[in-house]
């Protein structure tokens, strides 16, 4: 069965979302979470996981954050709040949280979520193995690469089919460093800002980029819109679809989601036609914020042309 899970950046955005039909909210805060569309406050979290849960619907919670030791002598008052309210998942990518999630009992279920590094059925087995019920797969992986999975997961995979795919994360203020070395009085480094860097010689490229109090991160190139491959994703068993709003805000990105909902109910039905992908692919290019490319991202690439 097809599930869809959607960013939420506020508790209004996620009343819409769940009354326009989508299956699992993923939110966090901002010390533990990474690259979210609004970080929440612990009272907005536990408002939208009860909304949530009163809609019959789920919630993850993102505690992927690069953990430092300060960090981690911090992470059992949040992950007990979690317990608390019962959030149904959290998304972890540290080994150090899973091994306080095992030594302790935590009641938290977690999805793997090691960013670009989910490359292989065999990782995320590994993974599943530890006690993960689900992985989250790099943004990266090509159809050749996905189709070699196949049939070979012990757990759901996890596949983004909209929106902007990281490709690096830096610990270091990359931005600032910058400015530093320019000697601009420039201060704006968040994702409000717009910045981008380009390939040397390639100016139509655009990699977004931002600097938040976990770092530098660094986009692809091309946001991501799956909507014709939704069959062939199906088909090779990758059900689980994430629609992420980072750059996509508001309004705009609830109705994105009932884009993806719609082709989720074509598909249930037998009725996904091509005529009705690209319908619902030229609708969601509308949507989809102006300066901001769409693509199947690295889904058409030959694996060995990925460097």
């Known amino acids: 069965m097809i599930k869809i899970t959607t960013t939420a950046e506020s508790v209004e955005q996620a009343k819409a979302l769940l009354e326009a039909g989508t299956d699992n909210l993923y939110i966090g805060e901002a010390e533990f979470g990474l690259r979210l569309p609004t970080a929440l406050s612990y009272e907005e979290i536990r408002e939208v996981t009860a909304l949530a849960h009163e809609a019959g619907k789920t919630v993850t919670v993102a505690v992927n954050a690069l953990m430092h030791v300060d960090m981690m002598a911090k992470i059992k008052p ?6 608390e309210i019962r959030v149904d998942k959290i998304a972890v990518g540290d080994a150090g949280v899973i091994f306080v999630l095992q030594r302790d009992k935590y009641d938290l279920p977690f999805v793997y979520d090691a960013s670009t590094m989910v490359t292989s059925s065999r990782q995320v087995n590994f993974w599943a193995g530890q006690g993960a019920i689900e992985a989250v797969l790099a943004r990266e992986l090509p159809k050749a690469e996905l189709e070699a999975m196949t049939g070979n997961l012990e757990v759901p995979g996890e596949i983004l089919v909209y929106g902007a795919t990281v490709i690096h994360q830096s610990k270091r203020p990359l931005i600032q460093n910058y400015y530093n070395f320019i000697k601009t009085k420039e201060t704006g480094k968040d994702r409000a800002r717009n910045l981008f860097v380009s390939e040397p010689k390639k100016e139509d490229t655009h990699y977004s980029i931002f600097e938040d109090n976990h770092g530098t991160h660094i986009f692809a190139n091309d946001d991501l819109n799956m909507m014709s491959e939704l069959s062939n994703l199906v088909k090779m068993g990758f059900d ?27 598909i249930a039905a037998g009725k996904f036609t091509a005529d009705k992908a690209f ?29």
Not at 245 to 256: A, K, L, M, N, P
Request: proline share 3%.
């Open 279 to 307: 319908q619902l692919e030229e609708e969601v290019r509308k949507l989809h914020p102006a300066g901001r490319t769409l693509s199947h991202g690295f889904y058409d690439f030959d694996p060995d042309e990925i460097k």
């Open 78 to 83: 949040f992950l007990d709040f979690l317990q």
């Open 240 to 266: 689980h679809w994430k629609l992420d709003g980072i750059y996509t805000r508001g309004d705009v990105f609830v109705e994105v989601t009932k884009r993806f909902i719609e082709a989720k109910k074509c």
